[in-house]
């Protein structure tokens, strides 16, 4: 603590809810890669300063602090990344409230194309998580997953273990007869294929709920939180529909081919 994804993909004001040392001498410093505007890549970053060094001695009290930390990138030993983060009075919680350079609006190249002209609501959403405006960023995303659930829930087929597939097409086609995300996604999320499912963890039970409690989470900090988790949802889903349609197609014609390559030798 502070993690190595808290200080590269957290935005501005999203807090993350650890365990933080009594005091500033006992805080991790971990390295980090990012994008170097020097060297133009990714590089390791690592801290250069410690935590207690404006206080002046070193077991400062962590609770209710400010703290800086600068990275320097260790290839070219010139780019600077800095951050600023609040510690709570509990030591149960820590939040960027700034960073240079800032929080990056990047939207990957695959995800931009596969999203098409739904592609500004998500950009827009990414904008509101950047200053901290969870309210935002949820209405955003929410509004994305409306947009792309049936288009989403469709291409699922293709991945479905065989067993299921018929019971698949039947949830399909019931969640055609509602308007509301949540009641498709419940129609069908059991069904989902194990490809989906990393650690077992069920991506569409999550969006449900995340999707349903975002309603009543009235705080930014709160629809925040479930923001981040129905985009990182959506990202997750998005990609690896892509790529295990392009790995089934990448085997089926390899298959193709060495069975070609066989009946051609008999
Ligand atoms: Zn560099």
């Not at 590089?43 to 250069?48: A, D, H, I, R, S």
């Not at 070193?58 to 320097?72: D, E, K, L, R, W």
Request: aromatic share 10%.
């Amino acid at each position: 603590m502070p993690k190595k994804e808290f200080l590269e993909e957290y935005s501005l004001f999203r807090k993350l809810n650890t365990t933080i040392p009594k005091t500033l001498d006992l805080l991790a410093k971990p390295s980090i890669n990012m994008h170097c505007h020097k060297c133009e890549s990714i590089q390791t970053f690592n801290m250069k300063n410690e935590y207690y060094r404006p206080f002046g001695y070193a077991n400062v009290p962590s609770g209710n602090t400010n703290i800086q930390m600068i990275y320097i990138c260790q290839s070219c030993k010139e780019f600077n990344r800095e951050f600023y983060a609040y510690i709570s009075p509990n030591l149960d919680y820590i939040y960027k409230y700034g960073q240079y350079p800032e929080w990056e609006i990047k939207m990957d190249k695959n995800l931009e194309k596969t999203l098409g002209k739904h592609s500004q609501t998500f950009r827009k959403g990414l904008v509101c998580e950047s200053q901290g405006y969870g309210i935002g960023a949820f209405a955003y995303y929410r509004r994305i997953t409306e947009e792309i659930i049936d288009e989403l829930l469709d291409s699922i087929i293709d991945l479905i273990e065989p067993e299921n597939v018929d019971k698949y097409k039947t949830a399909l086609e019931a969640t055609k007869k509602t308007r509301v995300t949540q009641e498709k996604i419940e129609l069908v999320k059991d069904l989902l294929p194990g490809i989906l499912k990393p650690n077992g963890m069920n991506p569409l039970g999550v969006l449900h709920s995340e999707l349903s409690e975002g309603l009543h989470a009235e705080t930014d900090a709160n629809c925040l939180e479930n923001a981040t988790h129905i985009k990182e949802i959506l990202i997750f889903l998005i990609n690896q529909i892509i790529q295990s349609k392009e790995a089934a197609k990448i085997f089926t014609s390899s298959m193709k081919t060495l069975l070609e390559k066989k009946s051609s030798k008999l």
